[in-house]
């Protein structure tokens, strides 16, 4: 029996597996037990989201033997999260959950070496060079809009030579349902690249619900979409408090009277307006586990990772399938890779347009060019172009700082292209032809 | 990573393939953080440097830098409506094309499937939405309402009631009520071109 030193994790059932090289090991020759070890225990992993999915991912890479953890997350513990997020106890309701999560296991592991960073907030505080220390990126999040940002992030990241290419790991359940996906940026398809299979939010028509409503459903949308901005203009219903709620279920609740609709509760107002879907805490395990797997694999290469995408159904007896889903060719975030061009200081903005619409490898007949913050040019609509025109004849530099991106849209182009822009040369065109030959 | 990195030069070798030249490497990646832009962006400048819309829909921008407010008029030249000037807000949040724009009327008009609070009832608004559709079609569906209101799916069910038992009442109450009057004791806005 091999005895831990200091106060480490006896981790001897991993290393076995990392020891006996298996039939499936897909590099051989170059695989080393002493590397995948060390790659184990000095990797950091980022985990995004510490609720359902996220307590199962950070218990599961802890004990896996991962050393250096960051988590991320939002929100604050709410009390029915107790049921399934069993990180989180009565006390700490009200608290950070990615905090309480790092603690939480922080203790209960005991290991030295393990080291967990929470940061209570936002992914979209976190600037582009943070997301660059990570080795892996295990998400566990509830939300589209979060995924499809650090989706374009890690995608953003890769350059032209294919470096800082980050793996990501992507969980995600819905009741019995669930399913997890390996991205390897640029590599494989992205989040972007499978928005369509999506399945849409229910809504109902606005017809039904003022005109013929059936369901106490449509009697909850009516409440929400058509009596709320009449009795309260400009004001975003907030469902975490409570008297908004209770407006929410009484408006409800008359409108059902009227049409002598039973069934609107308020455990159905809330699932409705919040689009609220079961959380089943054994599907949270289910995934969870398939996702550290991954990263497992990733990290230390014993074996073959998923590629790419596992679906897992058990609403209906059970079912599982797996396949690769391919790229989307004209993928606006990873089907264009982010080329650098390089601009002379001088150049105005009408020059620069001049000058990539000339290359080859670009082509373009209008195109309309925006960066992050505001846009360039753009050729149409007209009264956008009216309003952007008087930019063609300023500075370029003045309206882009050196590694921007600017993003162009061209009816020619399939997708959009874009371009990170350095500056080279002198800020006034230098009168000799010779010079700017250099 | 092993793996990865397999992946990786095998890219590489495709795309010096391909170009027919290996691309000039060098400078290193930069340090700080550049300006980044959003998948909803990207989409929506698309969405909307490629707009080809009939000369009877307006939009405008109040910021030139914000795609995801603006405004729009409809000016149907033909229909009940000829000659009036709709208005029309436009609110895109940053899960589009997930989620569909929103739309709201501006004016209080008599139409079928408007109602007076400026809701509208356009099936690729809400149920039918789906990301294949692009904001060019909803500009184009909603150009349609105008053109050929749809009594079947009743916002404004006294309209649609008219419309279906007295086309031609159905028109003097449409006309009426863009001249700035009251149909059934509601006051209509005037939405007259003149």
């Known amino acids: 029996m091999s005895v831990a030193t200091h106060s480490a994790r006896d981790i001897s059932s991993i290393e076995s597996i990392l020891r006996n090289i298996g039939p499936y090991n897909e590099v051989p020759d170059e695989y080393n037990a002493d590397e995948a070890a060390e790659a184990l225990r000095t990797t950091t992993v980022l985990v995004i989201g510490a609720g359902g999915l996220g307590c199962e991912i950070l218990k599961n890479l802890a ?51 393990l080291k967990i960073t929470p940061y209570f907030g936002k992914i979209q505080d976190k600037p582009l060079e943070y997301y660059r220390q990570f080795g892996v990126i295990v998400c566990g999040l509830d ?30 359940t819905e009741g019995f349902r669930g399913q997890s996906r390996v991205i390897l940026p640029t590599l494989t398809s992205c989040y972007e690249c499978t928005l369509d299979l999506l399945s849409p939010k229910t809504t109902y028509p606005v017809c039904t619900i003022a005109n013929t409503p059936r369901l106490p459903e449509h009697c909850i949308e009516f409440a929400s979409v058509i009596e709320w901005p009449k009795h309260f203009p400009g004001r975003k219903f907030d469902a975490d408090d409570p008297e908004s709620v209770q407006w929410m279920y009484e408006t409800a609740l008359a409108r059902a009277k009227l049409f002598n609709i039973q069934g609107v509760t308020k455990q159905l ?96 007949s209008s195109p309309s060019l925006t960066t992050a913050e ?25 309206l882009v700082r050196a590694g921007d991106e600017v993003v162009i849209t061209d009816p020619n182009l399939p997708i959009s292209l874009r371009l990170t822009v350095e500056f080279t040369g002198p800020e006034v065109e230098p009168d000799d032809v010779n010079s700017s030959l250099m | 990573m092993l793996k990865i990195r397999q992946l990786q030069k095998k890219k590489q070798q495709e795309a010096e393939l391909a170009s027919g030249s290996a691309s000039p490497s060098g400078s290193g990646s930069r340090t700080d953080s550049p300006a980044k832009v959003s998948g909803a962006q990207l989409r929506l400048q698309k969405d909307i440097t490629e707009l080809d819309l009939p000369k009877t829909i307006k939009v405008t921008f109040p910021d030139s ?54 809701n509208i009832c356009l099936n690729i608004l809400r149920e039918d939405w789906s990301p294949v559709l692009n904001l060019n079609s909803v500009l184009i569906g909603l150009n349609f309402l105008f053109l050929e209101p749809n009594p079947n799916d009743p916002l404004n069910k006294e309209a649609a009631n008219v419309l279906v038992k007295d086309k031609s009442q159905f028109k003097r109450n449409v006309s009426n009520s863009m001249r700035g009057g009251y149909i059934d004791q509601t006051y209509y806005d005037k939405v007259l071109n003149i």
């Open chain 1, 269 to 364: 107002t809330l699932g409705v307006v919040k689009n609220i879907i079961p959380a089943i805490a054994s599907t949270n395990a289910i995934i969870a586990a398939s996702c550290c797997n991954e990263a497992f694999k990733i990290v230390t290469n014993t074996n073959p990772i998923l590629n790419n995408y596992m679906m897992y159904a058990g609403d209906e007896s059970i079912f599982t399938y797996t396949y690769a889903h391919s790229r989307r060719p004209n993928c606006p975030v990873c089907g264009n890779m982010s080329k650098k061009v390089i601009a002379k200081n001088w150049w105005t903005l009408d020059r620069f347009i001049e000058e990539i619409s000339g290359k080859q490898e670009i082509q373009m």
């Open chain 1, 143 to 172: 939300s589209i809009e979060a995924r499809r940002w650090i989706n374009a992030t890690v995608v953003s990241l890769v350059d032209s030579e294919l470096n800082n290419l980050i793996p990501m790991v992507d969980g995600g």
């Open chain 1, 63 to 113: 004990l896996t033997g991962f050393k250096k953890i960051h988590v991320i997350d939002m929100d604050t513990i709410d009390v029915s999260n107790l049921n399934r997020q069993f990180l989180f106890r009565p006390k700490d309701v009200g608290h950070s959950k990615a905090e309480v999560a790092a603690r939480f296991i922080q203790e209960r592991i005991g290991d030295e070496e």
């Open chain 1, 374 to 398: 505001k846009s360039l040019y753009l050729r149409n609509p007209p009264n956008l172009e009216q309003a952007t025109r008087p930019n063609l004849a300023k500075k370029f530099n003045t």
């Open chain 2, 65 to 118: 830098s914000d795609f995801f407010n603006f405004n729009l008029q409809i000016l149907p030249q033909q229909g009940f409506y000829k000659g009036g000037v709709f208005d029309f807000k436009v609110e895109i949040n940053g899960n589009f094309p997930i989620d569909p724009p929103k739309i709201r009327c501006l004016n209080k008009i008599y139409h079928p499937n408007i109602d007076l609070e400026g």
